[in-house]
């Protein structure tokens, strides 16, 4: 199973981005699928997650500004980002939960300038 991010980049501050992710190979039935992000020097930390019948949760950093959404019939889930911040500056991480087993992404770089 593969898991491919796109759609990151710089933006300046205010502005919006949307992350895709489509997962490809054996897949059987992907449960919870999620996005992750990643800091210079930080911990990872979640910031969004989504079942497979659409419930949603999102952290409290981006929450009212991000919107993740997902396609079950592609195996793609999105990230929309609004209202960005230079702190939402990270690689993010497509996540899938799927046969008890956490596949993740590679990463796709957001840069926010001020």
């Known amino acids: 199973v593969q898991l491919v991010e796109s759609g990151g980049g710089l933006v300046q501050a205010g502005g919006s981005l949307r992350l895709s992710c489509a997962a490809s190979?054996?897949?059987?039935?992907?449960?919870?699928m999620a996005w992750y992000r990643q800091a210079p020097g930080k911990q990872r930390e979640l910031v969004a997650t989504i079942t497979s019948n659409g419930i949603t949760n999102y952290a409290d950093s981006v929450k009212g500004r991000f919107t993740i959404s997902r396609d079950n019939a592609k195996n793609t889930v999105c990230l929309q980002m609004n209202r960005l911040k230079p702190d939402d500056t990270a690689v993010y991480y497509c996540?899938?939960?799927?046969?008890?087993?956490?596949?993740w992404g590679k990463g796709t770089l957001v840069t926010v300038s001020s």
């Open positions: 996540n899938a939960d799927m046969l008890s087993m956490q596949w």
């Open positions: 190979g054996n897949i059987f039935r992907i449960n919870d």
